[in-house]
T-cell receptor, first 114, second 117 residues
Framework: DTGVSQNPRHKITKRGQNVTFRCDPI?????LYWYRQTLGQGPEFLTY????????KSRLLSDRFSAERPKGSFSTLEIQRTEQGDSAMYLC????????????FGSGTRLTVV | AQTVTQSQPEMSVQEAETVTLSCTYD???????LFWYKQPPSRQMILVIR??????QNATENRFSVNFQKAAKSFSLKISDSQLGDAAMYFC??????????????FGKGTLLTVNP
């Protein structure tokens, strides 16, 4: 297992376009998380999946954001009608549901909206 | 709501020396976990060390150790014998152990550590 994989690593898009990011967690991890990190800040929680169920969604996520985790495997995060304020690093992480204390993070997808 | 504060935006240390990064947090919970994560320039966050609040003994992982002061809500990270590879952004993080949203990490803003040769 190579850890948590995120694609693409970098994405530049024009304002108003839609973008989709993908996260492949560690295969035996049933919990998956998305965080957003802006310059000079620590990561902020966006959403959480237990298997395929999205159990919590932060108020940071406007209606333009949607996340899915079909079949409890990989996850996608879609941003519709991107805005310059969406420019950030989007981090995915995974963990088992028991017997574990921290997460395993991916390398992130850096989004730049121009 | 829980908050995590890292008051040192940047720190520097000479190679082979010791450096301490500070972290304070605010919570009404009594049972929780604290973490230090390292984020090198490649941007992947790596768990450095964790501390369970119910344990009085300070956690240690090789050259990394913490000073956990529960009453003061302080959780500092000491890096001994600093190496060039320790240069990174370090984040302090909190997670409640049980109850609602106990999977959620709350991070500080980070401390950028520079190691000088």
């Amino acid at each position: 297992d190579t850890g948590v994989s995120q694609n693409p690593r970098h994405k530049i898009t024009k304002r108003g376009q839609n973008v989709t990011f993908r996260c492949d967690p560690i295969s035996e991890h049933n919990r998956l998380y998305w965080y957003r990190q802006t310059l000079g800040q620590g990561p902020e929680f966006l959403t959480y999946f237990q298997n395929e169920a999205q159990l919590e969604k932060s108020r940071l996520l406007s209606d333009r954001f949607s996340a899915e985790r079909p079949k409890g495997s990989f996850s996608t995060l879609e941003i519709q009608r991107t805005e310059q304020g969406d420019s950030a690093m989007y981090l995915c992480a995974s963990s088992p549901s028991t017997g574990y204390y921290g997460y395993t993070f991916g390398s992130g997808t850096r989004l730049t909206v121009v | 709501a829980q908050t995590v504060t890292q008051s040192q935006p940047e720190m520097s240390v000479q190679e082979a020396e010791t450096v301490t990064l500070s972290c304070t947090y605010d919570t009404s919970e009594s049972d929780y976990y604290l973490f230090w994560y390292k984020q090198p320039p490649s941007r992947q966050m790596i768990l450095v060390i964790r501390q369970e609040a119910y344990k009085q003994q300070n956690a240690t992982e090789n050259r990394f150790s913490v000073n956990f002061q529960k009453a003061a809500k302080s959780f500092s990270l000491k890096i001994s014998d600093s190496q060039l590879g320790d240069a990174a952004m370090y984040f302090c993080a909190y997670r409640r152990r049980s109850g609602g949203s106990n999977y959620k990490l709350t991070f500080g803003k980070g401390t950028l550590l520079t190691v000088n040769p």
